[in-house]
């Protein structure tokens, strides 16, 4: 899932976006991250994912 990471304190925390629709650009231009979400699991706000960090040139 497109996700945004943020610091905070000595926490990293992932928001991601409501809207997962490719058609939805805003969503990817913000984009910082990707939620890797196995299928058929379920989240709830404060687990624990696995997410990959997109870094900026």
Do not use: K
Not at 26 to 41: M, Y
């Amino acid at each position: 899932m497109r996700a945004h990471l943020e610091f905070q304190g000595e926490r990293v925390v992932a928001s991601v976006y409501p809207e997962q629709s490719s058609a939805v650009l805003t969503s990817c231009a913000a984009t910082n991250a990707f939620a890797v979400i196995p299928a058929g699991s379920h989240v709830r706000p404060g687990d624990r994912v696995d997410c990959l960090w997109l870094q900026g040139q």
